[in-house]
C-alpha cells in the first residue's frame, strides 16, 4: 500500500466513525411520561399573557370567568361565565414544539372549536397552556378545590 492510499483508508475509516458517533447521539427523543388531565378534575382561569400586544389579563380584573373541565375519559368542557362554550373529546400527544423547538405535550380539542393548546406546565395545583397560533395567549389556571 502507498501512503497515499493509506492516508485515503485512514480518512475513510475516521469519517465513518465520525458518522457513526453523530448519528448515534442524535437518536430519537426520548418519551415523557404521560400527561393524565383526567386526573386533575376542574380548572379555573387566573390570568393570561400574550395576544399582538402583550396583554396581562387578570382574572379578577375582568368581568368574566373562563374554567376547563377534564374527566378521566379524555372528555373536556370549556366554559365561559359559566356557560357551556366547547365540549367533546381531547388527546394529548407528544409533539415538537415549533415556539421553543422542544418536545412538548400538545392539547388537541377533537371538535376544533378551540385551538390547539401547548402544556407549559402542569402541577398540583397549576395548569399551564399556549395556544398554538399565532399571537395567542398563555394562559394560567388553578385547580378548583372540591368542597
Same mark, same amino acid.
Given at each position: 500500500?502507498?501512503?497515499?492510499?493509506?492516508?485515503i483508508s485512514l480518512a475513510v475509516i475516521l469519517l465513518t466513525v465520525s458518522c457513526m458517533v453523530l448519528s448515534c447521539s442524535?437518536?430519537?427523543?426520548?418519551?415523557?411520561?404521560? /400527561?393524565?388531565?383526567?386526573? /386533575?378534575?376542574?380548572?379555573?382561569?387566573? =390570568?393570561?399573557?400574550?395576544?399582538?400586544?402583550?396583554?396581562?389579563?387578570?382574572?379578577?380584573?375582568?368581568?368574566?370567568?373562563?374554567?376547563?373541565?377534564?374527566?378521566?375519559?379524555?372528555?373536556?368542557?370549556?366554559?365561559?361565565?359559566?356557560?357551556?362554550?366547547?365540549?367533546?373529546?381531547?388527546?394529548?400527544?407528544?409533539?415538537?414544539?415549533?415556539?421553543?423547538?422542544? =418536545?412538548?405535550?400538545?392539547?388537541?380539542?377533537?371538535?376544533?372549536?378551540?385551538?390547539?393548546?401547548? /402544556? =407549559?406546565?402542569?402541577?398540583?395545583?397549576?395548569?399551564?397552556l399556549a395556544q398554538t397560533v399565532v399571537d395567542g395567549y398563555t394562559s394560567t389556571y388553578v385547580r378548583e378545590i372540591g368542597?
Amino acid at each position: 500500500m502507498t501512503k497515499a492510499t493509506k492516508a485515503i483508508s485512514l480518512a475513510v475509516i475516521l469519517l465513518t466513525v465520525s458518522c457513526m458517533v453523530l448519528s448515534c447521539s442524535r437518536g430519537t427523543p426520548p418519551t415523557a411520561d404521560p /400527561v393524565d388531565l383526567g386526573e /386533575v378534575g376542574t380548572w379555573n382561569w387566573a =390570568m393570561s399573557i400574550g395576544g399582538i400586544t402583550g396583554d396581562t389579563i387578570y382574572a379578577d380584573s375582568v368581568d368574566y370567568t373562563r374554567g376547563l373541565v377534564f374527566d378521566a375519559e379524555d372528555n373536556y368542557v370549556y366554559s365561559y361565565n359559566k356557560a357551556l362554550v366547547s365540549a367533546g373529546k381531547y388527546i394529548l400527544s407528544y409533539e415538537s414544539n415549533p415556539l421553543n423547538s422542544r =418536545m412538548g405535550w400538545i392539547l388537541k380539542y377533537e371538535d376544533g372549536q378551540l385551538p390547539s393548546d401547548w /402544556v =407549559m406546565e402542569l402541577g398540583a395545583d397549576t395548569l399551564v397552556l399556549a395556544q398554538t397560533v399565532v399571537d395567542g395567549y398563555t394562559s394560567t389556571y388553578v385547580r378548583e378545590i372540591g368542597l
